[in-house]
């Protein structure tokens, strides 16, 4: 095990892992995204730094809310000792600089330890569960890998499977509302829950009703009774995205390579 960086995590109530990089030797706040395909830098941070855009390459982004295109930018950018010199994408994202996405996490394996407020990129030649740097005992999760580089990871809720992405760039889980119905939760069962506001990558806002589950199963680590953002989130979005709600209270090791999870 070879770690590449080792950085101290910023987790304020209501907000995203967010760590210390540099875009082009300028300081910038990110945020660690498992969920997002591409590396995204804030129209602020592009502005503020005047990087150049491509005249030929754009992407599209697609959240929970919607989809926006912008031309491409060109930067380089480091992670305590991970560097990256590539083509990155642009959003409109208020209050940091940028997002990590797959692209780049993929190359690495990815330790989130925020009980302890650290997020740590490692090169790992092997990695079984005996391999971690970790004392104590530790859960071996099975993952799929999406062509986008994007974690599948085997879930069920009440004995139901469900199609479900790690997503350390929601704040919380959230639910497709057909998939909640799929379930066996009512239209009028969820009316009655507590509604809460959250806005995607586009800037539009989503409504959510926060609903309270039986059981859910990532793997074998067991959840009692969580509760889940539900709503009409952008079509084509998995079922559920298990957020940072379930990162928070674990040490999560992902490993690309293996396509395997390990938390504890």
């Given at each position: 095990m070879q770690p590449i960086a080792d950085l101290p995590v910023t987790l304020e109530p209501n907000r995203l892992v967010e760590v210390s990089g540099r875009v082009n030797r300028s300081d910038v706040r990110l945020v660690i995204d498992t969920g997002a395909e591409r590396t995204v830098l804030s129209a602020g941070t592009v502005k503020f730094l005047m990087l150049a855009r491509s005249q030929h390459s754009t992407t599209r982004l697609a959240g929970i809310g919607g989809t926006v295109s912008n031309a491409d930018v060109y930067a380089d950018l480091e992670l305590g000792g991970a560097y990256s010199r590539q083509r990155l994408a642009e959003a409109s994202i208020p209050g940091i600089g940028g997002l990590v996405g797959d692209d780049i996490l993929s190359d690495y394996d990815v330790e989130f330890d925020l009980p302890n407020r650290r997020f740590r990129?490692?090169?790992?030649?092997?990695?079984?569960?005996?391999?971690?740097?970790?004392p104590g005992p530790r859960t071996t999760i099975p993952v799929d890998l999406t062509e986008g580089e994007r974690l599948r990871v085997p879930v069920t809720i009440d004995g139901k499977t469900?199609?479900?992405?790690?997503?350390?760039?929601a704040a919380i889980s959230v639910m497709q509302t057909e998939a909640a119905l799929r379930l066996g939760v009512t239209l009028s069962a969820l009316a009655a829950d507590p509604e809460l506001l959250v806005r995607g990558v586009d800037g539009s806002a989503i409504r959510l009703r926060i609903h309270r589950f039986g059981f859910v199963s990532v793997g074998n680590d067991l959840l009692t009774g969580p509760l889940i953002g539900v709503g009409d989130i952008q079509p084509g979005s998995p079922e559920l995205l298990l957020g940072l709600d379930?990162?928070?209270?674990?040490?999560v090791w992902i490993s690309y390579r293996t396509e395997r999870i390990f938390v504890q």
């Open positions: 990129l490692w090169h790992a030649t092997g990695c079984g569960a005996g391999d971690l740097p970790w469900i199609e479900t992405l790690l997503d350390s760039g379930y990162l928070r209270q674990r040490k």
